[in-house]
């Protein structure tokens, strides 16, 4: 059964087309050459047939019948390949080396193609002849022909060559095609064995390679990329469930409690205004953090790309530090900002500005009182690099990967309201768009870089 299939995969179908495209031209080509030489030999005997016969029928007309005999007589004694039979009207036989007159019958323009006996050492041959017979005056027949025995022969056996020769072909064709569907269907075979069970629920498994680089593994490579890049989306998205479950639940249930506190006892107008106020505060707060979840998965998920175009990052920056101004000014921070150069980048306008906005939400957050934050931007080479730089405590060496991660805040800045999400939008923002983002020391403070590539 799986080998009748073999005859319906693609590959062989291909190989047969080319098989038969092949061996038409092939044996076209053949024949061609074949029936004109052929056919070039037949002419040949025909027209010396037809020669010799005007010549014998000048003779009749010259000499009679006596004169005719003679030179037939004369003819058939000389072993060159030419046959004669002069004979009654009844067709018996008068002069000439044909014993008989031939049984076969007589065609158009008097053409008989037949065979006779030739006497050998072992008796005698069945040889095939073309001759023309001609009427003469007075009823006398007159055959005058040449023996094609080995013409036909050699007819005979480049026909049957033609015929093993397509019969070969064809046949290898078959086995070359059935080869070549075999090898072709093999590897698809496995390639949809892994996909199959893929589908089944085995997400962790992955198209083996052949090592011969050629078209089938750069299809496996693909599809193991592609199947890498779905499993840590996946991941991604099932690290943000568990967060959503872990980390609001907390203050969920903190809100209610309050809620449920503040109804435990009768209380005056002021203070359920303050229980109110706090659940409006506490609601904003969950509101934000589930803003900001949603923001890391669209940017994570890779689905914001759609949403690129080419923008300033000078002025998406200038616009965010404006925005800021108030609550730098609030805390008595000095609000600088460097850009020279106009760096265009490819990017979703909305997630830079938010993760631009994030940093300077922290270096203004973590920074005490009359402390600096300075916000710059400049071209090196091929990249546009952002930096923001502030005066606070910043973050130890051995937390600057931990703090990137979702929900992670230091014990230091536990007194600061914050979800833990903002630097976590910053590194999916960056991903988003092959950007680099590292935290340094800026002596005191911290000092954090993002490497944008620039639009070409
Ligand atoms: N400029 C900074 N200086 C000192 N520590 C910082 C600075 N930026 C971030 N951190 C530390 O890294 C932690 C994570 O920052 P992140 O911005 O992710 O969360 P957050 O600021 O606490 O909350 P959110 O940004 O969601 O409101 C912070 O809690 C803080 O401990
Ligand atoms: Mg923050």
């Known amino acids: 059964m799986r080998f009748l299939n073999l005859f319906r995969t693609t590959a062989f179908r291909l190989a047969l087309i080319y098989l038969l495209l092949f061996a038409a031209s092939a044996f076209a080509l053949i024949a061609f050459i074949y029936w004109n030489t052929a056919g070039f030999m037949a002419a040949q005997t025909d027209e010396t047939i037809n020669a010799e016969i005007q010549g014998l029928r ?20 000389v072993a060159r390949g030419g046959l004669y039979l002069l004979a009654n009207s009844d067709q018996s036989r008068i002069a000439g080396n ?17 065979t006779y006996d030739r006497p050998s050492l072992s008796g005698s041959d069945r040889r095939s002849a ?52 075999r090898n072709v269907t ?31 593994d750069e299809l496996a490579t693909n599809l193991n990329d592609m199947l890498d890049q779905i499993g840590s989306l996946m991941a991604g ?26 109804l ?12 109110l106020e706090g659940a409006i ?42 925005l800021y101004e108030p609550l730098a000014e609030a805390k008595r921070i000095t609000l600088k900002t460097s850009a020279s150069q106009a760096a265009p980048i490819n990017g979703d306008r909305g997630l830079i500005s938010q993760m631009l906005a994030n940093l300077i939400d922290n270096a203004i957050k973590y920074t005490p009182e009359d402390g600096m934050v300075t916000v710059s931007i400049r071209r090196t080479g091929r990249h546009a690099v952002v930096e923001v730089r502030d005066t606070g405590a910043g973050i130890p060496q051995a937390e600057r990967e931990h703090v990137l991660r979702r929900f992670v805040r230091l014990e230091a800045s536990r007194n600061e309201p914050g979800s833990g999400l903002g630097l976590s939008l910053v590194a999916a923002v960056a991903r988003l768009h092959d950007a680099e983002i590292t935290l340094g020391d800026a002596k005191p403070g911290l000092i954090a870089t993002l490497r944008f590539h620039l639009k070409d």
């Open 186 to 216: 093999r590897r698809l075979d496995v390639i949809n064995e892994t996909t199959r069970d893929i589908i089944d629920g085995d997400l962790n498994r992955r198209v083996p390679l052949s090592g011969s680089n050629d078209e089938f």
């Open 237 to 262: 998205m099932s690290e943000v469930a568990d967060n959503i479950a872990h980390d609001l639940r907390t203050p969920l249930n903190r809100l209610r409690s309050r809620l449920e506190v503040t």
């Open 281 to 322: 505060a506490e609601s904003d707060q969950l509101i934000s953090t589930f803003n900001s979840l949603l923001l890391i998965a669209r940017a994570e998920t890779g689905q914001a790309r759609e949403n690129f175009e080419e923008l300033e990052l000078k002025s998406v920056l200038t616009d965010v530090v404006e």
């Open 130 to 181: 073309r001759a023309r017979h001609l009427e003469l005056l007075g009823g006398f027949q007159l055959l005058v022909g040449r023996d094609v025995h080995e013409r036909r022969e050699i007819e005979d056996r480049i026909e049957s060559a033609l015929f093993w020769s397509a019969c070969i072909t064809v046949g290898l064709g078959l086995i070359g095609g059935l080869l070549m569907s």
């Open 58 to 77: 000048e003779q009749y007309g010259a000499s009679g019948l006596p004169g005719l005999r003679q030179v037939v007589i004369e003819r058939s004694s």
């Open 264 to 275: 435990m006892k009768p209380a005056s107008e002021l203070e359920y205004r303050e229980a």
């Open 98 to 114: 044909l014993d008989r007159w031939p049984d076969a019958p007589t065609g158009q323009g008097g053409w008989v193609d037949f």
